[in-house]
Structure formats: structure tokens, C-alpha cells
């Protein structure tokens, strides 16, 4: 059997690149992967000895891509790592900019613009491939997104739009790192359905990295765990299947769940029945609408679930309720009893609020400790510019140790691995003992455990009083239990 790729006994020239024992893999023709394991098992660290990003002593990778022609493996294997999900490296991205239009020149690219690019660097210009693309753009409905600035694009918008770039270039080998987190249930299930269809063709070979080892799609033929930087031996779909262990009830100790009962109350919190006031609240970016005429009031103690297709606005109606989008002002909106523009800051209203998103995730690149990730969000800054004190560091590394981080304080931000990262993030949230806490996507690309203790998290502190809830999740599984409110935003065309 043709093995498209094969290592034997892989080890990096660069010790901090290698896995705990030398690394075996095989992908034969036919085959179609899924690479599963905990947050921060080596999955990532072994896509990227596969694609030949870390180069091995001795011996290299050897590839067979027959029958395509395309010299190079970096023409041959696509990789979509779901950071590209956050934004491109290029460092021109901050966080407030997708919010203020006036930030973005003419340059700025348009997706339109990139996906066309894309197309004619890929290959010929030929009746087949125009169908291929226009089949693409209209099952991402990417059809009404093409005038639109890379860097206005929701979460979602964002995977779609690499998974389109993606395909388009013809690759004879696909790898995406969590292709279905972020997506609406609607698009995942017609992105499985295109990768059911591609996969049954010949000459392309699928390669899934799940965190969510619940969601194997039924085209996947063989599944390679990675446990504690450990390649294990390759198994069918079925044999995985029937030797999952089922995931769990409950995660959270009583003893992490009683130091968050027992976290001392501010004297300076709000008390106000009225949380979040929106009245007839319209958005609008040149000529596309994202938010019409949207009544909404959030009540102290109210656990609320936004939810709704990708781009219909969910991110955009956060940003208004953080401060983060200028258009607020013009808005009538009022935040804990307070109309914006009557005098508070954006400071004074962002010290009450704890905030997580795909955004924000987007926007820390810098390579600092972890620890002062998490203590930003007691100054609510990307960076951290003020100095905590030892009793907030105290409380950081409360938060750390609850969210399975303990030991992580030094590791830097970068070197972690995604999941790792969010819960990071996650924890910056919650570090402040905010009234309203907004959770944006919390449990992207968190495996099993970390998504049930991330949900166990959150129930305990809304257990606490004062304490306000806003969730958006694609998942309905995902949601805490706490939740006793819905909202449903649609896209407006």
C-alpha cells in the first residue's frame, strides 16, 4: 500500500521541539486520520514534525504524494492550525481595530480579494476548479462576505474563510486542527458532509486534530492518540470508538469548589437590578447590517445563552456591552444602571466585568509568563503595565490551580499549547470576581476533561451572589447548567 507519509523513529534536532520517545507514523493511501489527545499531549508538536517544520536527526520524513506532480511538501499537505482561526501573524491585528472601521486603510485585505489570489496560485484556471470554488463559496456562504476586510470577520467567518482558502489550492494531503469548533450546527454539519464527499475521493488523504473526541466524523477510517508527548499505535475508527472512556459528570474537587464560595466580596461591586439595557439598538457597517432595531435587558443574577448563526452579530453585540465598540455611544444602552456616555469610563464599566472570547485569544501575542496573562485581567489590559501585588499574584495563582494550571505559572503564553492558552484566558475572566461575567466560545479546542471543568467552574461562581451570566456557545451541550435565559440572533443579508 502507497504510504503518502511515513517516520520512523523521529527524533527533532531541537531538544524542546521533541516528543518524550521517538516518533512512528504512517498515513497510507486511503486512510483518513483523526490525532486526538488531551490539552498539551503533543498533538501540534506532532503535526509539525509531519509537515516537516521541525527537522529530525538522521533520518527525514518520507513523502509519496503519486500521483500529484507538486515538488514540495508544502504544496502538498495544507495545514489549518485553528490559530489562524485568531487572525494572520502579520501583528497588524489589535483588539479594539475590528470595531473601529476609521483604524483600516484600503490596503487592509478583503476576502474577496485573498480567496481569488489563492485560486490562481493554486493551480489552472479551468471550468472544473471554477465549480469547485463557486461550490465552496456557496456552502461557506461566503458569497456576501467577499467585500468584507479580513479583519472584520467573526470568529466563525474567519474558520470558514481558511477552510475555503484552504481547499481551493487542491492539496493531496489536508490536516485542520479543530475544524468544527466555531461553527454553527448548521455549517458542521454541512462542513462533514464535504469532507465525507472529499474524502471519498482518491486522491486526497483528511487529517483531523480533535480536542473534542466526541465529534469523530464517520469518514475518518483509523484515529492515532497522543498521550503525555507519546505517539500510541494507530487504530480504527471502530476500535477507538469502543475503548472511549465515556466523558465526565463531574470534574471540579469540593475542595476548588469551596475556595470559590468562599471568595471574599468587594465593597465597591454593583447593585443594580438592571445589568444590560438595550433599546432599539442598530449597527451598522457601511452597508451591511449587523444588529437592527434589538431590545434587551439582562437582570442581576440572570444566566443568559447567546447564541445564533456565524456573523449574525453575537460578537458584535458583546463588544457594545464591554465598551469595546465606539458605535456604543451612539446607542441607547445602558450598563448597570448607567447610560453610556454619562460620564463613567470605559475603565469603570470594563472593573466589573470578566470577558473571554476568540478575539481576544487573537490578540495576545506576546510571549510573557502565563501568570501575567491572567494577572492583566485584574487591570484589564493585553499587556500588563501595572505591577500586582503578592496578594493578587496569591489570587492568580488560585485561579490558575483551579483551572488545572497549576505548575503553568512561568511556562510563557506561547510555548503553551492552544487549549492550554484558553483556559489561561479563561482564567483571566474570572481572576477579578466579577459581577458580569461575558464567555465568548469559552471551551474552543478544549479536550473532554478541561470542557467539564471549565462548565463545573462556571456553575460554582454563579452560585455566588451578585453574579450575571452571558454565554455564547455552537454547542448546546456546552452550555452550564445555570442557564435559565436564551437569546437567538439572526443574520441579517
Request: net charge negative.
Amino acid at each position: 500500500m502507497q504510504k503518502i507519509i511515513k517516520i520512523e523513529n523521529g527524533v527533532t534536532r531541537m531538544p524542546e521541539w521533541r516528543m518524550a520517545e521517538p516518533v512512528n507514523f504512517e498515513l497510507c493511501d486511503g486512510e483518513h486520520l483523526a490525532i486526538v489527545g488531551a490539552n498539551g499531549s503533543g498533538k501540534s508538536m506532532l503535526v509539525d514534525i509531519i509537515i516537516g517544520r521541525h527537522p529530525l536527526i538522521m533520518t527525514e520524513p518520507h513523502y509519496d504524494f503519486t500521483p500529484s506532480t507538486k515538488p514540495l511538501a508544502a504544496d502538498n499537505i495544507k495545514y489549518i492550525t485553528f490559530r489562524d482561526s485568531y487572525g494572520d501573524s502579520d501583528g497588524t491585528y489589535f483588539l479594539q481595530q475590528r470595531w473601529n472601521q476609521q483604524e483600516i486603510d484600503e490596503e487592509t485585505p478583503r476576502v474577496g480579494t485573498e480567496l481569488e489570489k489563492a485560486y490562481l496560485m493554486s493551480g489552472d484556471d479551468t471550468p472544473e476548479r471554477r465549480q469547485l470554488q463557486q461550490h465552496l463559496y456557496k456552502l461557506f456562504h461566503i458569497e456576501h462576505l467577499m467585500d468584507k476586510y479580513l479583519i472584520l470577520m467573526s470568529s466563525g467567518e474567519l474558520r470558514k474563510y481558511q477552510l475555503t482558502k484552504a481547499l481551493l489550492t487542491d492539496p493531496r494531503v489536508l490536516i485542520m486542527d479543530n475544524p468544527f469548533i466555531g461553527l454553527d450546527a448548521e455549517t458542521r454539519d454541512q462542513l462533514k458532509a464535504l469532507l465525507t464527499d472529499l474524502a471519498g475521493e482518491r486522491h486526497l488523504q483528511v487529517v483531523l486534530v480533535l480536542s473534542k473526541t466526541d465529534d469523530i466524523p464517520d469518514f475518518i477510517t483509523h484515529v492515532v492518540g497522543v498521550e503525555d508527548m507519546r505517539v500510541k499505535d494507530k487504530m480504527t475508527r471502530q476500535e477507538y470508538v469502543s475503548s472511549r472512556q465515556p466523558n465526565p459528570s463531574r470534574v471540579l474537587g469540593k475542595d476548588m469548589e469551596q475556595s470559590i464560595l468562599d471568595l471574599p466580596y468587594r465593597d465597591n461591586d454593583y447593585h443594580t437590578q438592571e445589568v444590560v439595557g438595550m433599546n432599539k439598538v442598530s449597527i451598522v457597517y457601511g452597508e451591511r447590517t449587523i444588529l437592527k432595531e434589538l431590545d434587551w435587558k439582562v437582570s442581576n443574577g440572570e444566566r443568559w445563552a447567546l447564541s445564533g448563526q456565524n456573523g449574525s452579530g453575537k460578537s458584535t453585540l458583546l463588544s457594545l456591552v464591554c465598551a469595546d465598540n465606539p458605535q456604543s455611544y451612539a446607542c441607547d444602552i445602558s450598563l448597570f444602571g448607567n447610560p453610556r456616555g454619562s460620564g463613567e469610563s470605559i475603565w469603570d464599566i470594563k472593573k466589573h466585568i470578566g470577558y473571554v472570547s476568540p478575539e481576544m485569544h487573537r490578540s495576545y501575542h506576546r510571549d510573557i509568563p502565563a501568570i501575567r496573562i491572567v494577572a492583566s485581567g485584574l487591570k484589564d489590559t493585553v499587556g500588563l503595565y501595572a505591577r500586582p501585588d503578592e496578594s493578587e499574584y496569591d489570587t492568580c495563582r488560585l485561579w490558575m490551580k483551579i483551572f488545572g494550571l497549576e505548575g503553568k505559572e512561568n511556562t510563557s503564553f506561547l510555548k503553551l499549547s492552544s487549549g492550554e492558552q484558553r483556559l489561561v484566558l479563561v482564567a483571566r475572566a474570572f481572576v477579578k470576581d466579577p459581577q458580569l461575567l461575558i464567555l465568548d466560545e469559552p471551551l474552543h479546542g478544549l479536550d473532554n476533561h478541561n470542557r467539564r471543568l471549565v462548565k463545573d467552574v462556571i456553575e460554582t461562581f454563579c452560585r455566588r451572589r451578585n453574579k450575571t451570566l452571558i454565554i455564547v456557545t455552537h454547542y448546546k451541550e456546552e452550555l452550564p447548567s445555570c442557564i435559565d435565559h436564551s437569546i437567538y440572533l439572526r443574520r441579517h443579508v
